[in-house]
Nanobody, 121 residues
Framework: QVQLVESGGGLVQAGGSLRLSCAAS????????MGWFRRAPGKEREFVGT????????YYADSVKGRFTISRDNAKNTVYLQMNSLKPEDTAVYYC??????????????WGQGTQVTVSS
């Protein structure tokens, strides 16, 4: 069982940056790949990126590639999403999830409650 809590969301102007954190509790955090997803108002949940259990590999959606970076610190049971050059279309609730190294949401068994990111133009 893994519990996930996101933090770091907020309001930022376009072009700005935010770093989201996802703190995990429970067993075996370091054995899971960690993913980030988002859901914008009126839209379906969207894959953002994922990182392997070791942190050696990452994979991103084309919409965020080159702007967002995922990292993790297994000693702190935390995964991060660094978001740079933010755009209004990045506005969404961001969720972290623990599971397989994939863009498929159904392959993640554990989810956080989400944190709101709002980018103003």
């Amino acid at each position: 069982q893994v519990q996930l809590v996101e933090s770091g969301g907020g309001l930022v102007q376009a072009g700005g940056s935010l770093r989201l954190s996802c703190a995990a509790s429970g067993r075996d955090f370091s054995s899971y790949a960690m993913g980030w997803f988002r859901r914008a108002p009126g839209k379906e949940r969207e894959f953002v990126g994922t990182i392997t259990w070791s942190g050696a590999n990452t994979y991103y959606a084309d919409s965020v590639k080159g702007r967002f970076t995922i990292s993790r610190d297994n000693a702190k049971n935390t995964v991060y999403l660094q978001m740079n050059s933010l755009k209004p279309e990045d506005t969404a609730v961001y969720y972290c999830a623990a599971g397989a190294y994939t863009f498929v949401a159904a392959e993640y068994g554990y989810w956080g409650q989400g944190t709101q990111v709002t980018v103003s133009s």
